[in-house]
């Protein structure tokens, strides 16, 4: 279901990536979708920088983003800064792994249409179950709003 594109020297273990698996297939589910696919790139920030750069305009790295296809059974790309979620997972006391797990569903609700940025709230509370859910600490939008 996840297509990983490790260009990291972070190991992975297969528990973790079943876990995103099981992630993933959740929102799937919740959302009545089924047969999708995503693609999860883990990145460093000079990598994150340049996609930020050329998509966004925005000459600095960033934790994630999302790039979206339509007509696919490929929802589109999520990219992850390690260096970023390691440096964040850090500063907030949690795990590397947690930070990702966050940043994953973030990142798929994106591809998915929920855009915090614009909306009224949608993206925040689906985010908001899905954490609490497979019992994350407080994610992205819903520390951004504390």
């Not at 279901?1 to 990536?17: A, H, V």
């Not at 925040?124 to 600490?137: A, D, G, M, S, T």
């Amino acid at each position: 279901m996840i297509d990983i594109d490790n260009q990291t020297k972070i190991k992975l273990d297969s528990n973790f990536l079943a876990f995103l698996d099981s992630i993933f297939l959740e929102i799937l589910k919740d959302l009545g979708l089924k047969d999708k696919q995503c693609e999860l790139l883990l990145v460093e920030n000079a990598k994150m920088q340049a996609l930020n750069l050329e998509f966004r305009g925005i000459d600095k790295p960033t934790d994630v983003l999302s790039f979206p296809l339509e007509f696919s059974p490929l929802l589109g790309s999520v990219v992850i800064s390690v260096e970023f979620a390691t440096k964040i997972a850090q500063e907030l006391g949690h795990s590397l792994e947690s930070e990702i797990a966050l940043l994953f569903i973030h990142g798929v609700l994106h591809l998915l249409g929920f855009d915090h940025e614009v909306d009224s709230g949608e993206h925040r509370e689906r985010e908001k179950e899905f954490v609490e859910k497979f019992c994350l600490p407080k994610s992205l939008i819903i520390r951004a709003q504390s």
